[in-house]
């Protein structure tokens, strides 16, 4: 069963512009949510990642929002760059545990 | 550092064969894991180790054996392939303690059973 769900599966984005994904967790309770970004060929590498006693996390371009009562949380990258096309996946860690549930991944195309 | 590799890059497989997908880490991290990558599923955990001797099973444990007899290898074993086990397969390995963000993932193996 998936406990994180992420949205879009694709998108588009213009150069400059914002782009969005967002992230939904279900009931289990998570400590830890880190979103990774990958490259064709590539294993996935860690972007960002936020704890759920902060709203916001913001490193360079890259922005975590983190809303707990409504057990939802997005990556806002702005000011898009071609460099910035590849798919990225949302993660959360239960607690206590080692692994990570992972989010289906949205393919993310930044157009020059 | 060479970090976590894994061998073979590419695999084609029949059904009914058998083989070993090879993980290694150098980090001297406690924590390894084996993860599959499918379009529009995301990765899903099939088996984890917290140290040498100990594995459990994640999501999608079937089909697949483990073993951790050392700290520093975690081999990935498919008994007998099935055409449903074509994926993109990954390693990770991170401390057991410490920061979480150290997790670190293979460059990965696409296996692919006729």
């Known amino acids: 069963q998936q406990q994180v769900k992420q949205s879009p599966q694709s998108l588009i984005v213009q150069k400059g512009g914002i782009s969005i994904i967002n992230c939904a967790y279900e009931?289990?309770?998570?400590?830890?949510f880190p979103w990774y970004q990958q490259f064709p060929g590539k294993g996935p590498a860690l972007l960002i990642a936020i704890r759920p006693d902060v709203s916001e996390k913001k490193e360079g371009r890259f922005t975590i929002s983190f809303n707990k009562s409504a057990k939802q949380f997005s990556l806002h990258i702005m000011d898009s760059q071609p460099g910035d096309s590849a798919t990225y996946f949302c993660?959360?860690?239960?607690?206590?545990?080692?692994?990570?549930?992972f989010g289906q991944g949205t393919r993310l195309t930044i157009n020059p | 550092n060479a970090g976590v590799t894994q061998t073979p890059k590419f695999q084609v497989l029949k059904t009914g064969q058998s083989m070993t997908l090879q993980c290694a880490q150098d980090?001297?991290?406690?924590?390894m894991s084996w993860y599959r990558q499918d379009p529009g599923m995301g990765l899903r955990l099939i088996h984890y180790s917290v140290g040498a001797g100990i594995t459990d099973q994640g999501e999608v444990p079937n089909g697949y054996n483990v073993s951790r007899s050392t700290t520093e290898d975690f081999p990935l074993r498919l008994l007998s392939a099935a055409p449903s086990q074509t994926s993109v397969y990954f390693c990770?390995?991170?401390?057991?303690?410490?920061?979480?963000?150290?997790?670190?993932f293979g460059p990965g193996t696409r296996l692919t059973v006729l």
């Open positions: 993660a959360a860690r239960p607690q206590g545990a080692q692994k990570l549930v």
């Open positions: 009931n289990t309770a998570f400590d830890y």
């Open positions: 990770a390995s991170r401390p057991t303690s410490g920061r979480p963000n150290q997790t670190k």
């Open positions: 980090m001297n991290h406690e924590y």
